[in-house]
């Protein structure tokens, strides 16, 4: 039995520099620092804590299932830890890039976490280009839904909220797309909940400016996950070899490729090439992948 086993449990719904929220399974909500200094735990870790006078020491960070996180060139910065899925946001309005959209979804797949793609702002008239843009997605078997989540409200929750059902899903996605929206529509006392974290971390603001867990219902079994924007979203854990295997769409194709190790780029007989040559693979997915594999040869 470890150490750490007589210490209480909680989870970790907030963080923000060095200060942590920490809930106990009776839902209280204490500021936890942890213990050393590394600050090494996420939202949605699973943590032993002890009370110290009116806060608390994280002492232990248990195994995590999984851990989202993206590895810029100087720095590596987490998601969430223990998530059942992944919801990238992105919206008619602002346009998005589909190089973040990609990046995400490598990411999740190669953390292990099911992702999902939601396309905000239905009502509005740049919603055909957008679909365009993501049909590449749906053809690779990924679930593209589209909603207005403020312009059609009960449409967007009827079709959510069992995707959501008994989940924990991270909601990713440039700001400006929806997703402060998404929260307040799904969880009711969102701003209460934001607010009580905002207060405890001092961050005294009510924009996003840190990761946050939100319960959906009363009963706390569905979790949303709240994060801020971000511009780089760096993939530099990724091993330059087994890009193409996250990438559905070019490694449905990889296996047809002359060498084994081929990196789509030069070598003669390669699947992946004559796939984009017969609009079997889309232009911008083919430069997205040759754009990462570009960093990720230059970091080597
Ligand atoms: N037209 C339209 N606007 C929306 C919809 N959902 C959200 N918005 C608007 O988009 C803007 C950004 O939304 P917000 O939730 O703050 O985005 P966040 O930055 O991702 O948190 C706000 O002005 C919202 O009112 C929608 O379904 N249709
Ligand atoms: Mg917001
Ligand atoms: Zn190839």
């Known amino acids: 039995m470890s150490k750490f086993a007589g210490l209480d449990v909680g989870l970790v719904v907030a963080g923000h520099g060095r200060h942590y929220v920490v809930e106990t399974p009776e839902g209280e909500r204490i500021i936890c620092h942890p213990r050393g200094k590394k600050s090494d735990c996420v939202v949605g870790d699973r943590v032993r804590w002890q009370a110290s006078g009116d806060e608390g020491v994280i002492e232990h960070v248990e195994p995590r299932r999984n851990l989202l996180f993206r590895q810029d060139e100087w720095k590596t910065k987490s998601f969430a830890a223990n998530l059942d899925q992944l919801l990238v946001l992105v919206a008619a309005e602002p346009v998005f890039s589909e190089s973040q959209l990609a990046r995400a979804l490598i990411a999740a797949e190669d953390a292990g976490i099911p992702a999902r793609v939601l396309l905000n702002k239905a009502d509005l008239p740049a919603i055909g280009m957008a679909r365009e843009r993501l049909k590449a997605y749906a053809a690779m078997g990924i679930d593209v839904l589209e909603v207005a989540l403020k312009a059609r409200k009960d449409e967007a929750s009827a079709l959510l909220a069992p995707l959501l059902q008994g989940r924990a899903t991270l909601v990713l996605g440039p700001s400006g797309t929806g997703k402060s929206t998404l929260i307040n529509l799904l969880a009711p006392d969102a701003r209460a909940q934001v607010g009580e974290v905002s207060q405890a971390l001092n961050s005294g603001r009510h924009t996003t400016t840190h990761t946050q867990w939100y319960w959906l219902n009363e009963s706390r079994e569905t979790g949303l996950i709240d994060s801020p924007g971000f511009q780089e979203f760096g993939l530099r854990q990724i091993d330059a070899q087994r890009l193409s295997s996250?990438?559905?769409?070019?490694?449905?194709?990889?296996?047809?490729?002359?060498?084994?190790?081929?990196?789509?780029?030069?070598?003669?007989?390669?699947?992946?090439?004559?796939?984009?040559?017969?609009?079997?693979?889309?232009?911008?997915r083919y430069r997205i992948y040759g754009e990462i594999l570009g960093e990720l040869v230059k970091r080597a």
Not at 246 to 264: I, Q, R, T
């Open 246 to 284: 996250l990438m559905p769409d070019l490694s449905e194709h990889a296996g047809a490729c002359k060498f084994y190790n081929c990196s789509h780029q030069h070598e003669p007989a390669c699947g992946v090439r004559a796939a984009l040559e017969r609009g079997a693979i889309s232009e911008s």
